[in-house]
């Protein structure tokens, strides 16, 4: 397992990408090319901010009001090693820490890809699997299309997978300097172009690229 990551955005709190409050954190690069991907600045494995597992891990743990961590992307399965490693570490001073993760490959073959992937799959307790499938695009929890999986992995959230399946919305922040941030799956396809076009209408810019923590 390595000690680095190459990461493309941190959020500290988010109630839109898996159950209650959690912090996310999107790796960089994809090797898939899912059409219609919202995420399109992630997939170059050139680019974002290496950070450290020790750092990751200290602010995580730092983190007061959230009950585990999103780990998005990109594809975390392209480091899979390193975010099982961050995954010990956090869970080392805070055993209770949750943890979900997507990924564009399906779980039957992310259980074949590897012992990094394995030991991830293993550190995780709901995985949101598949390609995103712009034709079956849907108004679903946590996910963009409706081949996309919510496969539990433990039985931390089984109250919370059995409410109903449906869009968890958007959540929009704007930063002291006017730049907008958003997270979450869009419940119709196109979102980000929209959005887009609205917030350079009214002069803010859409901010995409990795933000130190505070
Ligand atoms: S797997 Fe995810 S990040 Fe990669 S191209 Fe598909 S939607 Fe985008």
């Known amino acids: 397992m390595t000690g680095r990551l190459s990461v493309a955005r941190t959020l500290d709190r988010c109630t839109v990408l898996g159950p209650g409050t959690r ?5 960089q690069g994809c ?3 899912c059409r219609g991907c919202v ?7 050139e680019g974002g901010t290496t950070r450290t597992v020790a750092g990751l891990a ?3 743990c730092a983190l007061d009001g959230i009950e585990g961590v999103t780990l998005s992307g990109g594809e975390p399965f392209s480091q899979a090693g390193a975010l099982a490693a961050l995954l010990d570490a956090v869970r080392a001073r805070r055993p209770d820490f949750g943890a979900m993760a997507y990924s ?3 779980y039957e073959a992310l259980r074949r890809g590897g012992p990094d992937r394995r030991a991830l799959l293993d550190r ?3 995985l949101v699997d598949g390609p995103y499938v712009a034709a079956r695009h849907g108004s679903l929890r946590w996910r963009g299309s409706a081949n996309q999986r919510l496969v539990p992995l433990t039985d931390r959230y089984a109250r919370a997978l059995a409410e109903p399946d449906t ?4 959540e929009l922040s704007v930063d002291p300097d006017g730049a907008v941030s958003w997270a979450g799956v869009p419940p119709a396809p196109g979102f980000r172009e929209g959005l887009e076009d609205q917030l350079a209408a009214r002069g803010f810019v859409l901010r995409t690229e990795a933000r130190r923590e505070r």
């Open 124 to 126: 995780l307790d709901l």
């Open 23 to 27: 912090a996310v954190v999107w790796v």
């Open 31 to 33: 090797p898939l090319r």
């Open 39 to 45: 995420a399109a600045e992630t997939l170059p494995f």
């Open 104 to 106: 564009g490959f399906r």
């Open 58 to 60: 200290d602010w995580l």
């Open 167 to 170: 869009t968890a919305g958007i």
